[in-house]
């Protein structure tokens, strides 16, 4: 082959067609021409990241080879690449780079191009979604053991909706099942109820026949406006914003506003003072499941409230609970892709970004920098 290479460039023949040429002959061997974002070193996205290029091997025994459709970039994503994440994964010469690097990203779906002979729960053409964390969803293509994989049904859905199912709406469902037992009528109240995960938790809570409060940054009143009926929309109850949530006499106001039968569940991605203050809000006996701290600051507990009104303090990760209750995941799965099928559940819009075997390293990368600074939410969405 690198004699093949060096023959080819000799006639000088256009690098483009070169490289199709390449691609051409790779394939006849059973190979993939594949590509994916690494680093291999922690820090900020927009220095560490790179576009590598590598080849995948036919499949073999237990191993599948997919090819995927779509990839939502999340805040874990970034922290991974920050090394500042949970799970992080490890640093390998795998994919053939000059330096053990990794590959980010937890969540996509694809599509199994090849299986190997002993694969028994797959096929060509299925659509799949990862088990765990840090499969490294930021790339073209993959070659992994079929057990790290789940196959879905997407009949009926597109690529977008089924890559997002896997955390945001996972997490939703299990936040509002898993810690308190809401019968219709009850109330729960959130806060970053624009979020991913609280506009889930807002369509399940419907759904379901609970009652929502969803706290929201403060905003200029046109664009407050649009996003409040949006959520209204969705099938929130109430909408406060964090303002009239930290006045004086919020607690009265939510009083009213559930005439008497204060939430029985919190459920907090911010952190903070505005996690804590969330506390105050809650009836006796009320739990305050933390899932995410987007403030990066602590949460304040008032020892009367532990004491006095029994408040119970939980946290929730996903991936975590997934890991221990593979089960209950797939079903979960399984009857969130059916409200999608049946439209009681709506995914958020993103912005896609599409990556082909033409796209180059800049557009990817400014992609993730630009959502780590504030930006709309991005989703790779992979064309052939």
């Not at 390998?92 to 590959?103: D, E, K, R």
């Not at 694969?119 to 490294?136: M, R």
């Not at 930290?246 to 008497?260: N, P, V």
């Not at 939430?263 to 505005?274: E, K, S, V």
Request: charged residues 20%; glycine residues 10%; positive net charge.
């Amino acid at each position: 082959m690198i004699l093949r290479q060096r023959q080819l460039r000799s006639f000088s023949i256009p690098y483009n067609l070169f490289a199709s040429y390449q691609k051409r002959l790779i394939s006849v061997y059973g190979y993939i021409q594949a590509k994916a974002l690494v680093y291999s070193k922690y820090g900020p996205p927009g220095e560490q990241l790179t576009l590598h290029n590598y080849s995948i091997p036919p499949a073999y025994g237990s191993s599948v080879t997919i090819r995927y459709l779509a990839s939502p970039i999340n805040p874990a994503d970034i922290n991974q690449v920050q090394g500042t994440y949970k799970a992080l994964p490890p640093f390998t010469s795998t994919l053939g780079t000059s330096t053990p690097s990794a590959v980010p990203g937890n969540e996509g779906v694809a599509e199994v191009v090849s299986v190997g002979s002993k694969v028994q729960s797959l096929k060509k053409g299925d659509w799949v979604i990862p088990k765990g964390t840090g499969l490294g969803t930021w790339r073209t293509h993959d070659q992994l053991e079929e057990s790290r994989v789940a196959k879905v049904d997407g009949d009926g859905l597109t690529s977008e909706q089924v890559a997002t199912v896997n955390i945001n709406p996972c997490t939703a469902y299990r936040l509002l099942k898993g810690f308190v037992k809401l019968e219709k009528g009850d109330w729960w109240i959130q806060n970053g109820a624009n979020s991913a995960v609280g506009r889930a938790a807002i369509q399940l809570g419907k759904l379901w026949g609970f009652k929502s409060i969803n706290i929201i940054r403060n905003r200029p009143d046109k664009e407050l406006s649009a996003l409040k009926s949006e959520l209204e929309g969705l099938g929130a109850t109430q909408i406060m914003t964090d303002i009239e949530f930290e006045e004086k006499g919020s607690r009265a106001r939510i009083t009213d506003m559930t005439l008497g039968a204060l939430p029985q569940l919190a459920l907090n991605c911010t952190g903070g003072r505005l996690g804590s203050r969330m506390l105050s809000s809650l009836r006796n006996g009320g739990v305050h499941v933390t899932y995410g701290n987007m403030s990066k600051k602590p949460l304040r507990v008032s020892a009367g409230l532990l004491i006095f009104s029994d408040i119970r303090l939980r946290g929730f990760w996903v991936s975590q609970w997934a890991e221990a209750n593979p089960d209950a995941k797939a079903q979960m799965v399984k009857d969130l892709l059916e409200m999608m099928k049946e439209g009681s559940l709506k995914t958020s819009e993103m912005k896609t970004v599409e990556w082909s075997y033409e796209t180059k390293q800049g557009a990817l990368v400014d992609a993730v920098v630009d959502y780590e600074k504030g930006g709309e939410k991005p989703m790779f969405l992979f064309k052939e």
